[in-house]
């Protein structure tokens, strides 16, 4: 167990819907980022945030977006919702080497 | 973009035999990681091995960094029927915005 959660374990959507995908990292990590997951692309980063802000971007969709709230969980926002979006999104803390969550796997329909 | 490039794509070996992977890379690193992912579950981190650094152990693995190559090879000895999964390396990159880019990853698959 990394102690990253990630929630929800599976997410089955149809094409043009929005989902949030939630994550609270290992406690005392101040870091959180946000990877995508697919066959044809591999592991991609899309974006970190460090206390609150964002730190670092990525391949992120302007479709998608995220934030780091005050108890350091993170949301990640897919909005248009296209069938390449399936994919497993996860989270990981804190940096240099990095703690995975297990992954939200996201079907769009 | 992808980084590292695993090499090969796909392993299938038998238990005991040994297991080595390689990762190529195009631009300076502070280090280089290898990760670990069973089917659909989080990457595991395995080990570090930083710039200066040429060998490092962990239990079985045995990592190697060739800068001037720009490669590295993970070697798993004696392999375990459990060792099945799928191997990223990661470099992290040099600069003031260093993050961690993944390869594309390798499937070892260990027949008992």
């Known amino acids: 167990d990394s102690g990253v959660t990630q929630t929800p374990k599976h997410l089955i959507t149809a094409t043009g819907q929005r989902v949030t995908l939630r994550c609270s990292p290992r406690s005392g990590d101040l870091s959180v980022y946000w990877y995508q997951q697919s066959l044809d692309q591999g592991l991609q980063f899309l974006i970190q945030y460090y206390n609150g802000e964002e730190r670092a971007k990525g391949n992120i969709l302007e479709r998608f977006s995220a934030q780091q709230f005050p108890d350091l969980h993170s949301e990640l926002n897919l909005s248009s919702l296209e069938l390449g979006d399936s994919a497993l999104y996860f989270c990981?803390?804190?940096?240099?080497?990095?703690?995975f969550g297990p992954g939200t796997r996201l079907t769009v329909l | 973009s992808q980084q590292g490039e695993e090499d090969p794509q796909a392993l299938s070996i038998q238990e005991g035999e040994n297991a080595t992977m390689n990762c190529s890379y195009k631009t300076s690193i502070n280090n280089l990681q290898w990760y670990r992912q069973n089917s659909g579950r989080g990457l595991v981190h395995l080990i570090l091995?930083?710039?200066?650094?040429r060998e490092k152990h962990s239990g079985r693995l045995r990592v190697t960094l060739d800068t001037s190559k720009k490669s590295s090879s993970l070697l798993i000895t004696a392999s375990r029927a459990a060792d099945t999964a799928s191997y990223f390396c990661?470099?992290?990159?040099?600069?003031?915005?260093?993050?961690?880019?993944f390869g594309k990853g390798i499937t070892l698959s260990v027949r008992p």
């Open positions: 990661a470099t992290e990159n040099t600069g003031a915005n260093s993050k961690l880019t």
């Open positions: 990981a803390s804190p940096g240099r080497t990095q703690f």
């Open positions: 091995i930083r710039s200066n650094e």
